[in-house]
């Protein structure tokens, strides 16, 4: 299972200051959470993140549209994915091995509009196309007759 490391800026941000408990507790759940990828894709259920919370599903909702009139998360309703905006630029592959890993995780989200973010945000972090990232290694598997 991956750690997430959480900046100590994180509580001195100027945005992060404003926010209600309830914002940064559940901020801090989306970026720690088992499901959460490297690229900050996951799995979205009001049910499964009231459930790990503690929460009521009317307060889980009630979180996710304040954090989405604010930009932090990107929800596709359709595909049932959420994206924590700028996750990638806190969260910065330490190797090659790991880049190779983000490109796989990029071409796994079913919703083009998150996908088309996901890859806008590494993109403005890593100051080169997605394309020019590292790619997996294909094994080759011999035939056999």
């Not at 088992?34 to 307060?59: C, L």
């Not at 954090?67 to 700028?86: F, G, H, N, P, W």
Request: hydrophobic letters at 40%.
């Amino acid at each position: 299972m991956p750690y997430r490391k959480i900046h100590a800026s994180f509580w001195s941000d100027p945005d992060i200051e404003e926010w209600i408990p309830d914002q940064k507790y559940f901020y801090i759940y989306l970026i720690t959470n088992a499901q959460q990828t490297a690229i900050g894709v996951m799995p979205y259920s009001v049910k499964r993140i009231a459930f790990e919370m503690g929460w009521s599903k009317e307060s889980v909702e009630s979180v996710i549209n304040i954090m989405q009139a604010e930009k932090r998360i990107m929800l596709d309703i359709d595909t049932r994915e959420l994206y924590v905006s700028k996750f990638y630029k806190y969260n910065r592959p330490a190797t090659e091995n790991h880049k190779t890993h983000v490109a796989k995780l990029v071409s796994q989200i079913k919703s083009d509009s998150l996908r088309d973010q996901v890859i806008a945000d590494i993109e403005a972090v890593e100051g080169e196309t997605l394309a020019e990232l590292p790619k997996a290694k294909t094994k080759v598997t011999p035939t056999v007759k």
